[in-house]
């Protein structure tokens, strides 16, 4: 695999299957007959313009939302079952008013991790994404870099399967994109697959495996990130490339 990444651990809950997946909202179709899967291992990127329906895609895969038709399906079956398998970071993280450290704590005590287990998970998250000298800090005196890379080692430390990303350095600097991105690379090692949008096609071209390019609610175009910036196949991709549609 790519980045000289291990092979992924027994697959619980994956492949993820979507199947004529649909959302409205107060009359409005946001989201129509969107099918795809993502298969163990992978990276895949979503993008589009604004509005295309990327991050409503995210949260329905994820179980935020409800769809108004489709369905969204995991190897596991049960969706208790894929929860436990799961995890996702919001491009405003939401943290709580207590140390770095204790923010991951308290999601392994959430999830179920018994508390002689979670010094050590907590410590291997945070030097995972080099937090390892603020781990007393308090959440809310982070920079926006810092609350990130904390999400992503708040969601690594529950070793999901399947990770959610959506905009992970959307209005961060480019260093601190960086480490998230240094981060994000790491997870996937580890064993994550990943399903993550971005508009940053700098960022899709270094993290995807696969594109999933979304224009007006509807999937116009899957297939290998390679050939997907080499050459694609619909105008509508072709435009957002060429930055011609925004």
Known sequence: MKDGTLS???AAILPLQVEGLGFRANGQVLLRDVSFTVTPGRRVVLMGPNGAGKSLTLRLCHGLERPSEG???????????????????FQRPILLRRSAQAN??????????????????????LEGVGLQGIAARPARV?????????????AASLRPEMLFLDEPTASLAPAAAKRVEAAIRQIHRDGATLLMTTHDLGQARRLADEILFLHEGRLVEHGPAADFFAAPRSPEAQAYINGELL
């Open 142 to 154: 982070l920079s926006g870099g810092e609350r990130q890379l904390l999400a992503l080692a708040r």
């Open 71 to 89: 369905r969204v399906t995991w190897q596991g079956g049960e969706a208790a079952t894929a929860r436990r398998h799961q995890a996702m970071v």
């Open 8 to 10: 992924p651990p027994p």
């Open 104 to 125: 991951i704590d308290y999601a392994l005590d959430v999830r179920g991790v018994p508390a002689a287990e979670r010094p050590e998970r907590v410590r291997a998250a």
